[in-house]
């Protein structure tokens, strides 16, 4: 298991292609392209996911964060999981699915910052950044000026952020 913390914003982008030329100006490196599904699953705290992601390996992502707008920090836990397919049937069974999400994902990095570039099937254009970090409370406070300094940069700081995850937009 691979435990994380980043501290993350997301708002909705109505142009990804000027967001990107932004991105790369002030240095961001391309990190690919992925097409993700991801399958979430009924729980009684947090979230859990199965990210079935193409041409990378499928996650099962386990994270607690809360729904409000702006940025928010999230701990999450990853786990490399070898037969998606086995572990969706076994997990829809034992939990139930609340619902899937597919998204195409642009991922762009500037210092310890992911940039996604997403097109989230029936929801539209976003962009995401999520700013990793070693869980500490004095980095947690240089990864929420980090985050506000980039949006800044990318002249979205007056963008509406969104308070929750793609889930629960799948589902409003």
Do not use: W
């Amino acid at each position: 298991m691979s435990p994380g913390s980043n501290v993350e914003v997301k708002l909705r982008c109505a142009d990804l292609e000027r967001a990107r030329e932004r991105a790369l100006a002030l240095g961001a490196r391309p990190a690919g392209v992925e097409h993700q599904v991801d399958t979430y699953f009924c729980t009684r705290s947090g979230r859990l996911k199965l990210r079935e992601r193409h041409p990378a390996p499928a996650e099962l992502i386990a994270y607690l964060r809360p729904d409000t707008p702006g940025a928010r920090r999230s701990d999450y836990q990853l786990v490399v999981v070898p037969d998606p397919a086995g572990l969706r049937g076994l997990l829809a069974e034992l939990l139930g699915v609340h619902t899937r999400v597919a998204k195409r994902r642009e991922i762009l990095l500037f210092e310890n910052v992911r940039i996604h570039l997403d097109r989230v099937d029936g929801l539209g254009d976003f962009l995401e950044l999520e700013a990793v970090f070693d869980g500490s409370a004095a980095a947690e406070r240089i990864q929420y000026a980090k985050v506000d300094r980039l949006l800044e940069k990318l002249e979205l700081a007056g963008a509406a952020r969104i308070a929750t995850s793609y889930e629960a937009l799948s589902l409003g």
